[in-house]
């Protein structure tokens, strides 16, 4: 098989499996965040101080992937931008909004919401792993991905290519979206992981609390964990019994 024909077959069977790539990093990251922890002389000996403003500002870093994913999902049409793991979905091809300045916008959310969790660990090996593998693992997909599009929609696909940078923002050509926000589809789509952010962070929080008695539990992100959830468990019951938050072409 050409190398061409190899990377797409791998970014193809990588793009149905996307969803374990998040279960290894958390159970790979408690490991070292344990380790990092019981071991004197790392950089979370100097962090521990000040654990919760560094908490802070990982946060930060994830909300800053999250806003980017919420900012591309309310604003794409139906068909596009999806959860689906079977295969390639694409309705129509999007150019404008977050698509005039980034190609995978939604791939671009992933790593920076992953990254905050990452920043956790206070441990740089690990975070340069995790910045190492989530390169290989999606510049995989992404090549499948376009791959598609090329097919698909042709000389289109290859003019938007040529402008728009695969992944570093390129925000001097930004075009608004032809589509107004939509808060109801980013609902059905983003509750999850809204939060399952918060919830990681808040276990991420325990086990610092737990191995280092000088540090306290985060009674804020504690806060924000339970009114997420319960926003995640009403959103799903009102997705599941109800129309409300459907909304036709998106």
Request: with cysteine; charged share 15%.
């Amino acid at each position: 098989m050409a190398l061409q024909e190899e990377l797409e077959s791998q970014g193809n069977w990588l793009f149905r499996r996307r969803s374990l790539l998040p279960l290894a990093v958390l159970l790979a990251g408690i490991l070292v965040l344990l380790f990092t922890v019981r071991t004197v002389g790392t950089v979370f000996s100097t962090v521990l101080p000040y654990w919760q403003v560094y908490e802070c500002l990982c946060l930060a870093v994830s909300l800053a992937g999250t806003w980017i994913r919420i900012y591309t999902v309310g604003h794409t049409p139906v068909g596009t931008s999806g959860r689906n793991t079977a295969g390639q979905v694409a309705d129509s091809l999007n150019t404008t909004g977050i698509y005039s300045v980034v190609r995978h916008p939604l791939y671009l959310g992933n790593f920076l919401m992953w990254l905050g969790i990452a920043l956790l660990t206070c441990n740089i090996g690990f975070v340069t792993a995790f910045i190492l593998g989530y390169w290989i693992y999606y510049e995989r997909i992404m090549y499948a991905e376009e791959q598609f599009l090329r097919r698909k929609f042709g000389d289109t696909y290859l003019h938007w290519a040529e402008q728009t940078p695969a992944f570093l923002s390129r925000f001097n050509r930004f075009k608004p979206s032809g589509l107004p926000f939509s808060w109801k589809k980013v609902a059905k789509k983003e509750k999850n992981g809204v939060f399952a952010l918060f919830l990681l962070f808040s276990l991420f929080d325990f086990i610092v609390a737990w191995q280092a008695p000088s540090v306290s539990v985060n009674f804020g992100l504690l806060v924000m964990t339970v009114a997420s959830g319960i926003g995640y468990v009403v959103l799903k019951y009102i997705k599941k019994h109800t129309k409300l938050l459907d909304e036709q072409g998106r």
